[in-house]
């Protein structure tokens, strides 16, 4: 039985920004990106907190799990959070956990929210400008404003409720902590360690925020050596 794997992403982002670690991953894992509701394509609705996006992934899971089959999460930036708390879900729920789980490019506190709490467009704009995983040419289309725009905002807005203590400690499984020093440097990316029993594999990369994009087929070579070989 393959292994699965299921991917969260950033804050207004969607699922294509795993489009290319799936395509590295599909012969070894079935690949689950969760798109959050009210982006993209998916209109439901946007989660009003963070407890609710993460049940929304636990019915998502829940559809998807093949029983018996081991399975890894993975976050990226807002979705280090979903992966926590929809782990905390399954494990209370199902009475399993996975086997490992990717955290990347965000500490376990909100960066951009402490350092930028403004949510207008010129400021949106600005933190895509600046640290990629949007092109130009889509941050001034009226895409951006329609679809992009209020999915930043929403999410932004639910990670500034969120209250980082109640994440769960104590964890057994294998972690993975993925930060780049330009924008999550390890100094803060450490604080990941105290979630787990074992001390986290960290892995650093170049770039900006969005360092996945560039670093895909390295990522991927990672999950793979580091959860097929989990007994």
């Not at 969260?8 to 690949?31: K, M, R, W």
Request: aromatic share 14%.
């Amino acid at each position: 039985m393959k292994k699965e794997i299921y991917f969260f992403s950033n804050a207004g982002g969607t699922i294509e920004l795993f489009n290319g670690l799936c395509n590295e991953l599909e012969q070894q894992f079935d690949c689950f990106p969760f798109e959050y509701p009210g982006h993209s394509s998916d209109r439901n609705g946007f989660c009003d907190s963070i407890e609710k996006l993460s049940k929304a992934a636990y019915i998502f899971f829940t559809k998807r799990h093949k029983l018996g089959a081991e399975f890894v999460l993975m976050g990226y930036s807002m979705g280090t959070i979903v992966a926590m708390e929809l782990n905390k879900l399954i494990k209370d729920n199902n009475k399993t956990t996975p086997i490992g789980i990717v955290l990347a490019a965000d500490p376990p506190r909100n960066m951009i929210i402490e350092e930028n709490g403004k949510l207008e467009e010129e400021n949106i704009k600005a933190f895509y400008m600046k640290n990629g995983g949007i092109s130009e040419k889509l941050i001034n289309s009226k895409l951006f404003i329609h679809m992009y725009l209020p999915s930043f905002r929403n999410d932004y807005l639910i990670l500034k409720r969120y209250d980082y203590s109640k994440m769960n400690r104590n964890n057994t499984m294998k972690s993975v902590i993925l930060y780049c020093e330009q924008d999550t440097p390890y100094e803060i990316m450490s604080e990941w360690a105290s979630f787990f029993i074992s001390k986290p594999l960290f892995i650093q990369y170049s770039g900006g925020h969005f360092f996945l994009r560039d670093h895909y087929q390295e990522i991927a070579q990672i999950i793979i050596k580091t959860f097929l070989s989990e007994k």
